[in-house]
């Protein structure tokens, strides 16, 4: 049978961003897949030539819309540290509340995109329709819906009064009701285990030999989560990182959506002991020496290498985004395929082009 | 301030790379500076169970740098950014996208190393 | 089976998940970064903004007192508004209403004068040369949107 290469992408119903595959199928079945990339980027790591560190914030933040404030707290941790700037604890708790807060509305975003992969489109609209409670809750608190803006050097720039905390915890509640009722449908439902259950396997050894990062590593049954280094205030908070030991999407997308209720839970802990004080530190004089970051991003290991020379203008800025290092483990995943299954099995690392290209 | 350092030469980034990856450590990314005019600084990031472990490795800019992706699969997607950003060439690239993976291919530029012209294809 | 009739059931007594919009408009939220505005009345033209600003968007000119903004460039950061040293910087809970033609943001407002410089200029040439607008209160200083 001779080899037929099918074009995937770079636009196609899946993808909300363009990447394109050349996928190399024999009758129905994928052999290899080849990526091109390169359709969004936009160089923002030379940036920092010509823009001076505070306003780094404002451009790592739309390396992706979707985790901005996860990459502006990865990147303020970065300078602190090399400026020894030691961030007030009602900072540190804040950073945990909106950074949760972020990772709960992009997975159920990645819920529904995925339940829209394999064609469940009302279930799609339901997890869609519960996120809008999120995405009012960071509007009302940080001023905006996506990019919130929240993190500068030395802490938060904005606080939450009492009456917005009440208001927070009482919409969890109702965000966790209706992520709960979609329980059954998305982790039950026999067609979507149908779709989902043994497709695009990722065995354990093969995660960590490609290198896959955040839930498609947890997925595979390595339970690492950049959480546990106790960056901001995860060292005072109780979770366990969230494992299936499948390495299929439907593994992967159990994680994403046991992590939705663990983020919520982490949202109450930071609420229930967020201590009293100042959020933010003045911060003078500039940054100097080299610095290796890691945070856990809603898609997995987000890791910034930060080098500064004692002016303004950083010398190199180095932003690895998770989605970056799952590209190879997807192309391991798709060989094999059913060509039918490729949407879907792209859908489940998550994938954000923006961050890969940036 | 990166603690774990090990400095590796052209020579030994293969083998010491294949006993970290046998020790069982996942490739987290690798990372390019420009040190001056003439080198550049290669860092190797790895991780196990949380912990960093970096290689760093001086490398002229005109000469070609040894390819760990036949080691690491893992390494084909930043050898390749390098080279676009940075220009320089790697040694048994398994699949060399010939600096137009990001980049379009009539760009002459080299972005992270002040705007180097690319004088040779 | 039974599961979903109870939820087809349900939906015929929940209400709506979405609005009617344009007819019904959600109040906005009150710390909303919207619009951004500037009180030219407050403004000592002092470039702050334009210098802290990571789009680098506001151009200030001192010598003919004018705070130029482009609203399509502009991230609705607020790092502006938190870096201004007289306040005269602030967002509206509202973004700007869609529209056919760009409106650029212009503003016109009177810079102070550096006090040495008036004293030595009005002692030099008389009372001619003071700015006029100082004299005349409540006519130029008011901003203009051009």
């Known amino acids: ?358 | 301030m990166i603690e774990n350092i090990t400095e590796v030469t052209q020579a030994t980034v293969a083998s010491e790379v294949l006993r970290l990856k046998n020790a069982g450590y996942r490739l987290v990314t690798m990372t390019c500076t420009e040190i001056d005019e003439n080198d550049l600084d290669i860092l190797y990031h790895f991780d196990k169970d949380l912990e960093l472990v970096h290689l760093r490795m001086r490398q002229p800019k005109d000469r070609p740098v040894p390819s760990i992706s036949g080691i690491l699969f893992a390494a084909l997607l930043v050898e390749n950014e390098l080279r676009d950003q940075f220009g320089v060439s790697f040694d048994g690239l398994i699949l060399d996208f010939n600096r137009t993976l990001y980049l379009d291919a009539e760009v002459t530029e080299v972005p992270l190393v002040s705007n180097v012209k690319i004088t040779k294809q | 089976m039974l599961f979903m009739t109870q939820n087809i059931l349900k939906n015929f007594v929940r209400p709506k998940a979405t609005r009617a919009y344009p007819f019904v408009v959600r109040e906005p939220f009150e710390n909303f970064r919207g619009e951004l505005v500037n009180d030219m009345d407050k403004c000592i033209f002092c470039s702050m903004c334009a210098k802290k600003c990571p789009s680098q968007c506001i151009t200030v000119d001192r010598t003919t007192g004018t705070w130029d903004c482009d609203p399509y460039a502009c991230v609705y950061c607020s790092v502006c508004v938190d870096s201004c040293p007289v306040n005269s910087l602030s967002m509206k809970n509202q973004h700007r209403k869609p529209a056919v033609v760009k409106e650029p943001l212009l503003l016109k407002g009177t810079p102070p004068q550096p006090k040495k410089k008036t004293g030595a200029r009005a002692k030099a040439s008389g009372s001619e040369t003071p700015p006029a607008d100082r004299t005349a209160p409540g006519g130029d200083d008011t901003p203009k949107a051009e």
């Open chain 1, 1 to 358: 049978m001779a080899r037929t290469i099918i074009p995937f992408g770079p636009q196609h119903p899946v993808l909300p961003e363009p990447v394109h595959l050349k996928l190399v199928v024999e009758d129905e079945i994928v052999k290899e897949a080849v990526p091109a990339l390169g359709y969004v980027h936009r160089g923002l790591e030379k940036l920092v030539q010509i823009r001076d560190y505070h306003q780094m914030i404002q451009i790592v933040e739309r390396v992706c819309g979707i985790c901005s404030c996860i990459h502006a707290k990865a990147y303020c941790q970065g300078i602190e540290t090399l400026m020894g700037v030691e961030v007030p604890d009602r900072g540190r708790f804040l950073r945990v509340i909106w950074g949760e807060l972020h990772r709960v509305h992009s997975h159920l975003l990645w819920l529904g995109l995925f339940a829209d992969a394999f064609g469940f489109e009302s279930v799609f609209q339901q997890f869609w329709k519960v996120r809008e409670k999120i995405m009012d809750m960071m509007e009302a608190t940080a001023g905006n819906r996506v990019i919130i803006s929240v993190n500068v050097v030395g802490g938060t720039r904005y606080d939450l009064s009492p009456e917005q905390l009440r208001w927070i915890l009482e919409g969890l509640v109702e965000v966790e009701q209706g992520v709960k009722a979609l329980q059954k449908t998305m982790l039950e439902d026999y067609t979507v285990k149908a779709r989902t259950v043994g497709v695009g396997v990722l065995t354990r050894e093969q995660a960590l030999e490609l290198g896959a990062a955040g839930p498609t590593l947890r997925g595979s049954g390595v339970a690492q989560d950049m959480r546990q280094l106790g960056y901001s205030a995860y060292s005072d908070l109780d979770f366990e990182p969230v494992v299936e030991t499948g390495g299929d999407s439907y593994s992967r997308s159990t994680v994403r959506f046991r992590e939705v209720l663990q983020s919520i839970d982490l949202v109450r802990q930071a609420i229930a002991r967020l201590p009293e004080g100042d959020t933010r530190v003045p911060v003078k004089g500039n940054p100097e020496g080299e610095v290796v970051v890691r945070v856990e991003q809603p898609r997995g290991e987000l890791l910034y290498y930060i080098k500064a020379n004692g002016t303004k203008f950083l010398d190199r800025c180095r932003i690895r985004t998770p989605t970056f290092a799952n590209v190879p483990p997807l192309l391991a995943m798709v060989g094999g395929l059913e060509l039918a299954d490729v949407p879907v099995v792209v859908l489940s690392i998550d994938p954000c082009i923006s961050c890969t290209e940036r």
